[in-house]
């Protein structure tokens, strides 16, 4: 049988105060007010206790599914009502009634230059909150990282004085934990998120940081574990992934001679097994000091922010081509690609940086558009930052779509 809950409710009617728990009900007879909300009355209002017995009241299951229906950022407040909600929250139900109900709110994750502290901004981005810091030393915070989500958890991969780590933000919970590690810990990766399962591949042993690895692994959420894949036909690091038509694609990047790829190669779970794409990278210019490839997918459509011409480009499968869509708002050709976030969200594409256009050369600027194939150009659209003001230089930045 379900138990049921008593819903603290007060309530001023007719001159009263009734103050409702599970077994009594307090009436306190209010004197009267002089019309400013103060009362005349020197005398304290006396309480009377009342039976109370037609309490309203709401089953433990339909309480946890108002619970989930609140905004995910909001979460970890709900777990200092009671003890209930803190189990519910950290025992991952929530989570999975947010996935059976289809609930999915996209949070924007980023940690821009000269900040020691990550940044969260949840769709419609009207507010933004910063972050708990990471207890971590001072090699993390201001050497190279790489991020990506995996359900609830946003992992930042890094180095601290002993080695190769990985942080994990439970934005259930509101707190940073470590670990766990890769298999292979690796560091100038590719990397793609397709609902509770992260998947990374290539990069560079960040054990001894010679060597450039071709193998692969994925990140399950809900076991917090990591499982080996197949190893992929290149050996490849400044590679870029991304998760498309149920496939987990590695495009571009640099050989283990330091040559620049052209070929892109996906992962098939159905097969476990990788295939090649030839010349899936030719059509996109390559120079030096550029970033790994910008890349998003928007109902499974593959684009890239072209960081040598600022152009958008689409991924034409049925010709292994690439078609051009317009310039993007930002400077992603300032600094060859690097400190802009070029990410799918939803059925929208983001761009966040610094604009081509502005007073003040610290200015950021977030921008979405809605690609439509059939269009000759993407109409871009300036969206808020939630009132915080960030260097445009974005050193990492994840989007979590649960």
Same mark, same amino acid.
């Given at each position: 049988?379900?138990?049921k &809950? ?7 009617? !007719?001159g009263?105060?009734f ?22 009355n020197?005398d ?8 109370y ?5 709401i089953?433990?299951?339909?309480e946890?599914s ?10 970890? &407040? ?29 949070s924007?994750?980023?940690l ?6 990550? /940044? ?5 981005f ?16 201001f ?37 766990p590690s ?5 560091c ?37 574990? /990591? ?6 036909? &290149? ?18 990047g ?21 295939n ?20 998003a ?10 960081? !040598?011409?600022n152009e ?6 049925? !010709? ?13 050709d300032?600094?060859?690609? /690097?400190g ?7 059925d ?14 610290r ?22 930052s939630?009132s ?5 230089f ?9």
């Open positions: 049988m379900n138990s &809950k008593a819903l603290p409710v007060s309530t001023i009617v !007719s009263f105060c103050s409702r728990c599970a077994q009594k009900m307090r009436v306190l007879e209010l004197s009267p007010s002089d019309g400013n909300g103060s009362s005349t020197e304290e209002p006396l309480p009377q206790d009342a039976d017995s037609n309490v309203l009241s089953s433990d299951e339909l946890t108002i619970f989930a229906r609140f905004p995910r950022s909001q979460h970890w &407040k709900l777990c200092f009502l009671n003890k209930r909600f803190l189990a519910l929250a950290r025992s991952g139900e929530i989570y999975q009634i947010r996935k059976e109900l289809g609930l999915k709110e996209p924007v994750f980023m821009a230059s000269g900040e020691s502290n990550w /940044w969260g901004m949840e769709w419609p009207k507010s933004s909150r910063k972050l708990p810091p990471i207890q971590s030393d001072y090699s993390f915070e050497g190279d990282k790489e991020s990506f989500c995996a359900g609830p958890h946003l992992l930042v991969s890094g180095k601290e004085i002993h080695g190769a780590v990985i942080w994990r933000f439970d934005s259930t919970n509101n707190e940073w934990l470590k670990g890769m298999i292979n810990p690796r100038l990766f590719a990397s793609a998120t397709c609902g509770a399962i992260a998947f990374v591949a290539g990069g560079l042993d960040a054990t001894t940081y010679t060597q450039v690895l071709d193998s692969a692994e994925k990140y399950n959420s809900e076991s917090q574990c /990591w499982e080996p894949l197949p190893r992929m036909n &290149k050996r490849r690091r400044f590679c870029s992934g991304c998760f498309m038509d149920n496939k987990f694609y590695v495009l571009g640099q050989d283990e001679h330091g040559r620049d790829l052209t070929c892109g190669e996906f992962f098939d779970g159905k097969t476990n097994s990788w090649l794409i030839p010349d899936m990278w030719k059509d996109i210019p390559l120079f030096v000091a550029q970033s790994p490839p910008l890349l997918v928007v109902n499974n459509e593959l684009y890239t922010l072209d960081a !040598s011409s958008l480009k689409m991924y034409v499968k049925g !010709s292994n081509s690439w078609k051009t869509l317009g310039v993007v708002p930002v400077r992603a300032a600094q060859g690609g /690097w802009v976030a070029f990410k799918s969200l939803g929208e594409l983001l761009v966040i940086g610094a604009p081509c256009v502005s007073h003040s050369e200015a950021l600027c977030m921008y979405t558009g809605c690609p439509d194939p059939a269009d000759e150009k993407l109409r871009w659209r300036q969206i808020g939630g915080i003001q960030l260097n445009h974005i050193r990492n930045c994840a989007v979590m779509g649960t």
